[in-house]
């Protein structure tokens, strides 16, 4: 089964920025898209990025178009996710899962594609 560890989550205040780093040190990476999602507090969780397999292929929700980039280093076995421009409402736990990928290259921003989930990070945006 793989397993992902999520990093990098932190206190940052209103503006700033932090990249979240999702590892695997058991499975190749290489076979899986990654997604990318968060619960805020008294939230659902909600799907917010993607990178299919090969990083060819991206997709953002509107609430973080422009401000994160998702991206991935299958020779670490690890996806990213840059967070620019961090809003209060950003604040939540993260977390990444895998889909598993055998011919497609492609990804989708809904939790239902995926997995394989990670424990989460905290993400705290305040001032």
């Known amino acids: 089964q793989l397993q992902l560890v999520e990093s990098g989550g932190a206190l940052v205040q209103p503006g700033g920025s932090l990249r979240l780093t999702c590892e695997t040190s058991?499975?190749?990476?290489?076979?899986?898209?990654v997604g990318w999602f968060r619960q805020g507090p008294g939230k659902e969780r909600e799907a917010i990025s993607c990178?299919?397999?090969?990083?060819?292929?991206?997709e953002y929700v509107d609430s973080v178009k422009g401000r994160f980039i998702v991206s991935r280093d299958n020779a670490k076995n690890a996806a990213y996710l840059q967070m620019n421009s961090l809003k209060p409402e950003d604040t939540g736990v993260y977390y990444c899962?895998?889909?598993?990928?055998?011919?497609?290259?492609?990804?989708?921003?809904?939790?239902?594609?995926?997995?394989?989930w990670g424990q989460g990070t905290q993400v705290t945006v305040s001032s």
């Open positions: 899962a895998g889909d598993l990928q055998i011919l497609d290259d492609s990804c989708t921003v809904a939790a239902r594609e995926y997995d394989y």
């Open positions: 990178i299919s397999s090969s990083g060819s292929g991206t």
């Open positions: 058991q499975f190749t990476l290489d076979y899986y898209a």
